[in-house]
């Protein structure tokens, strides 16, 4: 009896599974075959392609006081290549646009957008001026959706001339906010950085928007269901257009990650109330039946030895691991000790805090792989080994460990990932010489996964142990972040743990005061770990000349800052790039977690040396952390446990820092 009621529960589970694979794409740049037509991108109308952008709509050239206006009545879309699924997923976007106005005009417009389109086509006929290349007054609804960045008055559709819209089947949006509040201006020619995120179990579309490198603001949230607004399917990019007055739009850089979610994450959506509907007319009369038959098997289950209670808690932690979209295979115990020649010491990697790591070799395709055993005396062992597969299960970026599956059979919890060929950085720091190149690579390469986890995989991920021993390498030496434990999905009030995560000497001394695990504590870590792989010196103790951030800090302040560099590369590498990387690691390690680089600017750093550097002051400020009373009736203090006041602490410089360029 009970192995019908499984049996039911798997069927509905698989009525309502995602089939589809994640989607992850990104454009650091752009250049002139970026519309090419074997290229990624389709480009309607005026979108052309440049030299690191794309223009939506062209600049405006420079006219005589005889000559007519120029550039005007234009359109312009261009288009990712391919469909991505709209729904039941979650979807994160980030970009960088410039719009520029018109030289020759006092006044600009109309205006561009995001769009979700329902075909790879150009913008609909006469969609130019204030419609944005969006759409007309003729369009049916249900067939896309657009964020808008408007920056031209029409007092028959907008509230200013500075504004963000999201718009359905009309040009007249749904929601809209102007960005006057947040001191940003569409139109100086400045690049503007927005991010959209919509949850697609919530049905809550968030967007954020600031100058390229400053913090990202939320600007606007707004309820929508997907699945009312757009086709399944849809083609994503970007439109604008100009009317009586021009401007140009340029795109910079575009992020775009599609997470396919279970099909009952869609609620109320567009055709999933008449398939449940179904579903129960159908299961109804056998579920009540089995439900019947179900208290009878219940009061012989009880009576059972505590082994098939200890299956059913298998059970259990096997339906949460099924609900996450994507999850990975599940293995036998008795496959993966036959992979690892029964856990042979020969075929042991390492050791850490929840368990052992070993080889192992999978037969069907022939794999070796990399078996973590979470350690049975382990008290958080389940809650770390949920956490990473409903974490790192879920992601996808070339710089994350791939976990490839996992195993819970009684008592043995286990996680299998690809293996990587060269092991953990640990290994190399200190111990075996790499170049300079390759320690750049690998140090921009764990950049690029802190901000994917950070900003772009839909959810802000918190690692929570950034630290070498959980940076693997593989064949060429490319960085990818694993042992995911700890991780936490991050809201924006922070999460408070009674159980400190992370690692003495790379834990950030906020954390020990709040509690909370935040971006900017993994910024802080990863900081370390920047100055670690400079000066191949391991980070020893928490505070005093054993530190190393106190260690290399010391020497910038004395103006011997390039003393601290591994003397095993004899110079053999570029003085700037150098002093530009280690700007970043002591800008990241600050103690004021407020005066932080982000993960965005650290990247923009490293791979543009025209980039502003990061400044740093001479002399490691000193963290003061003072408690600060709020007027909460009933909220959480810094060891998480429950007052009638609430505590949280904020950061004092005894230093004041300049400016970190974020």
């Given at each position: 009896m009970f192995m019908l009621l499984l049996l039911l529960a798997s069927c509905c589970n698989q009525a309502y599974t995602s089939d589809v694979d994640p989607i992850f794409f990104s454009f650091s740049t752009f250049d002139h075959d970026s519309c090419a037509d074997d290229g990624d991108l389709i480009c309607w109308g005026s979108a052309a392609a440049g030299d690191g952008y794309i223009d939506v709509t062209p600049m405006p050239q420079q006219t005589n006081t005889t000559s007519p206006p120029v550039q005007l009545n234009k359109v312009g879309r261009i288009l990712y290549r391919y469909p991505v699924l709209a729904w039941p997923a979650t979807i994160s976007t980030t970009f960088t646009v410039r719009i520029s106005k018109d030289p020759n005009s006092t006044s600009s417009g109309d205006g561009m957008a995001f769009v979700m389109a329902e075909d790879s086509g150009p913008s609909p006929e006469k969609s130019y001026g204030a419609f944005l290349g969006l759409l007309t007054r003729t369009t049916k609804s249900g067939t896309q959706l657009g964020v808008e960045m408007d920056t031209y008055y029409n007092n028959e559709f907008d509230p200013d001339d500075n504004h963000i819209g999201i718009d359905t089947d009309s040009i007249i949006s749904i929601a809209t906010v102007g960005l006057d509040n947040i001191g940003v201006d569409l139109k100086?020619?400045?690049?503007?950085?927005?991010?959209?995120?919509?949850?697609?179990?919530?049905?809550?579309?968030?967007?954020?928007?600031?100058?390229?490198?400053?913090?990202?603001?939320?600007?606007?949230n707004y309820t929508i269901i997907m699945a009312?607004?757009?086709?399944?399917?849809?083609?994503?990019?970007?439109?604008?257009?100009?009317?009586?007055?021009?401007?140009?739009?340029?795109?910079?850089?575009?992020?775009?990650?599609?997470?396919?979610?279970?099909?009952?994450?869609?609620?109320?959506?567009?055709?999933?109330?008449?398939?449940?509907?179904?579903?129960?007319?159908?299961?109804?009369?056998?579920?009540?039946?089995?439900?019947?038959?179900?208290?009878?098997?219940?009061?012989?289950?009880k009576t059972r030895r505590k082994k098939k209670v200890k299956t059913r808690k298998g059970i259990d932690i096997e339906s949460q691991t099924r609900s996450a979209a994507n999850t990975p295979k599940m293995f036998s115990f008795r496959d993966l000790s036959k992979a690892t020649l029964n856990f042979h010491k020969d075929n042991l990697l390492g050791t850490g805090g929840f368990g052992s790591v070993y080889r192992g070799v999978i037969s069907d395709p022939p794999t070796t792989i990399a078996v973590k055993r979470i350690s049975a005396t382990s008290k958080q062992g389940e809650r770390e080994f949920l956490a990473e597969i409903c974490t790192i299960g879920r992601l996808r970026h070339k710089n994350i460990v791939q976990l490839q599956g996992w195993c819970h059979e009684g008592d043995h919890l286990l996680l299998v990932y690809e293996l990587m060929p060269n092991g953990s950085l640990d290994r190399f720091i200190s111990k075996v010489f790499l170049d300079w190149q390759t320690r750049y690579k690998i140090l921009t390469g764990l950049a690029s996964a802190l901000l994917y986890l950070h900003e772009e995989c839909g959810s802000t991920v918190v690692h929570r142990d950034v630290k070498p021993n959980n940076v693997m390498?593989?064949?060429?030496?490319?960085?990818?972040?694993?042992?995911?434990?700890?991780?936490?999905?991050?809201?924006?009030?922070?999460?408070?743990?009674?159980?400190?995560?992370?690692?003495?000497?790379?834990?950030?001394?906020?954390?020990?005061?709040?509690?909370?695990?935040?971006?900017?504590?993994?910024?802080?870590?990863?900081?370390?770990?920047?100055?670690?792989?400079?000066?191949?010196?391991?980070?020893?103790?928490?505070?005093?000349?054993?530190?190393?951030?106190?260690?290399?800090?010391?020497?910038?302040g004395k103006g011997e800052l390039l003393?601290?560099?591994?003397?095993?590369?004899?110079?053999?590498?570029?003085?700037?790039?150098?002093?530009?990387a280690l700007a970043i690691g002591l800008a990241c390690s600050h103690p004021d977690p407020t005066l932080r680089p982000t993960m965005r600017k650290v990247i923009q750093v490293f791979m543009n040396p025209n980039e502003p550097i990061v400044d740093v002051p001479d002399s490691r400020p000193s963290a003061i952390y003072v408690t600060v009373y709020s007027q909460s009736p009933s909220s959480t203090n810094m060891l998480g446990l429950n007052t009638n006041s609430s505590l949280s602490s904020s950061t004092i410089s005894e230093k004041t820092a300049a400016p970190l360029g974020r």
């Open positions: 100086l020619g400045r690049e503007v950085t927005v991010k959209i995120n919509y949850n697609g179990w919530q049905k809550k579309l968030q967007i954020y928007a600031a100058y390229a490198g400053a913090p990202l603001v939320s600007v606007l009312k607004t757009v086709p399944r399917s849809v083609y994503v990019g970007f439109t604008g257009s100009t009317g009586i007055v021009s401007e140009s739009h340029q795109i910079l850089n575009w992020i775009f990650n599609s997470v396919p979610l279970p099909h009952d994450s869609l609620n109320d959506g567009h055709d999933s109330s008449e398939k449940r509907k179904k579903i129960l007319m159908i299961t109804s009369p056998v579920v009540s039946g089995a439900l019947v038959l179900a208290v009878i098997a219940y009061i012989i289950l390498l593989d064949s060429e030496y490319n960085a990818c972040l694993g042992d995911f434990g700890l991780a936490r999905f991050f809201q924006n009030e922070g999460a408070v743990t009674t159980m400190l995560g992370g690692t003495p000497g790379y834990l950030a001394p906020e954390c020990t005061y709040t509690g909370r695990a935040t971006p900017e504590s993994d910024i802080f870590s990863y900081g370390v770990v920047v100055l670690e792989v400079i000066c191949a010196r391991r980070c020893n103790g928490i505070i005093g000349q054993n530190n190393i951030v106190d260690y290399v800090w010391n020497l910038h003393n601290c560099v591994d003397r095993k590369l004899e110079g053999s590498y570029a003085e700037e790039e150098m002093k530009r």
